[in-house]
């Protein structure tokens, strides 16, 4: 083994066990919870980051890049 791979490997075996600890929990948090109504949240969520993202100004080089295209 190369200098560095086992920490790296002990490293993201406990990233994993950690995020399937967090998973497990959610889980278990929203099992009671009504799936229409979660989807209906997630829905409204979507659609309001689309919106803002929408009515957020362009970065120039984007807007340039738009300028040039069109002309």
Known sequence: MR????SKFVEEAVQR?????MVDDI???NATVDKGHMQADIDR???EVRFESKMRPQ???NARSKSI???
């Open 3 to 6: 200098r560095g791979e086992l």
């Open 17 to 21: 066990q950690l995020f399937r600890v």
């Open 27 to 29: 889980q278990l948090r």
């Open 45 to 47: 969520a979507v659609k």
């Open 59 to 61: 970065s120039r080089k």
């Open 69 to 71: 295209a069109a002309a």
